[in-house]
């Protein structure tokens, strides 16, 4: 193998996350490319050597190059980083050249219309090409600075997960494998939903107490999916299944909490999104992620009030009402 220094990462996609990424796989020493679709922008980044717009703050190593040309990111990589949002992903692929570099999806959600996770877009997209999800507890801005993190990476390839962690992971940023990729896709989509609702709860100032069962029931949903879908509930209290639900739900960098917050304060979905820089994956995701569950026979309340919420079919009173008069049972 050639020296570490000289293995090469390409990061496809230039957001807050995907610039995060190509900082930590350049402080793992590996050299870098950073793609991103827009030739000026991709200039702009080179130029300040500083992502201003997503990740500001955060200097870029000598070790990452920004590129726009997509065969100029994938020349030598060993595996590129998919870190676009799971509604565009299929797009951006479509625009490639046929590579046999592996593929490890960063994305989180459900794809609106045909209903598909990440992995099963890239087996769509790219049936021939090695595949991986990578998920977890992660806020982009902690992970550019080093701060000590952790994720999963799922495969059915074990010698894949095993590259990606020994090549991505350092001290700082622990990378552990995980044989249950579809378990870990689902945790990575429901949170996002779930986190939505929290974040009304709290603006709507329905307190703690609220915040805290409806962020445990709503694990329970996220749990019932991953096993309906062929996952295993085991992984739903792991990394990518409480620990990002837990981030998610409480950090206040959290996107979809934060939106949920606007919405519980009352003010409509489109004012809430006015003026965001990044997208909260959550409000495509609602949808789509209760249209496959229920094509799996699998009821999930409350994902389905936050998507009704989105389509300003229900008011947070009304949604709150609904589920607390669900049927009492045993938990």
Not at 121 to 146: H, K, M, Q
Not at 316 to 329: E, F, K, S, T, V
Request: with cysteine; proline share 5%.
């Amino acid at each position: 193998m050639p020296p570490r220094a000289r293995r090469r990462i390409a990061v496809l996609g230039a957001g807050a996350w995907g610039t995060a990424l190509a900082l930590q796989a350049a402080r793992a020493g590996n050299a870098v490319t950073l793609w991103t679709r827009d030739a000026a922008r991709a200039e702009a980044i080179d130029q300040a050597r500083e992502n201003t717009r997503y990740l500001p703050g955060h200097p870029l190593s000598p070790a990452i190059s920004l590129t726009a040309d997509a065969a100029t990111a994938m020349e030598g990589a060993l595996f590129a980083l998919l870190v676009v949002p799971v509604q565009h992903l299929r797009g951006v692929l479509a625009g490639w050249p046929e590579t046999a570099c592996p593929l490890v999806v960063c994305a989180k959600g459900v794809e609106r219309g045909s209903l598909r996770l990440p992995l099963e877009i890239l087996a769509e997209a790219r049936p021939d090409n090695a595949a991986a999800v990578l998920s977890g507890p992660n806020f982009a801005g902690e992970v550019g600075r080093g701060l000590p993190a952790a994720a999963v990476v799922a495969s059915a390839d074990a010698r894949l997960r095993g590259v990606v962690a020994d090549l991505l992971g350092t001290a700082g940023f622990r990378l552990y494998g995980g044989d249950d990729p579809m378990g870990v896709q689902v945790g990575g989509a429901a949170k996002n939903v779930i986190a939505i609702a929290a974040g009304a709860v709290m603006g709507a100032g329905l307190g703690e107490n609220a915040r805290a069962a409806l962020v445990t029931r709503g694990l329970a949903e996220l749990s019932r999916l991953t096993v309906a879908l062929g996952g295993r509930a085991e992984t739903a209290a792991g990394l990518s299944g409480l620990g990002d639900l837990l981030l998610t739900t409480t950090g206040p960098g959290s996107r979809n909490t934060s939106l949920g917050m606007e919405l519980g304060r009352g003010k409509p979905l489109e004012a809430a999104l006015a003026g965001r820089v990044s997208v909260a994956e959550g409000v495509e995701t609602a949808p789509a992620l209760v249209a496959r569950a229920a094509a799996a026979g699998v009821e999930l309340p409350i994902c389905a009030a936050v998507a009704e919420l989105l389509a300003g079919e229900l008011t947070i009173g009304d949604a709150m009402g609904r589920l607390l008069a669900r049927p009492r049972r045993d938990e």
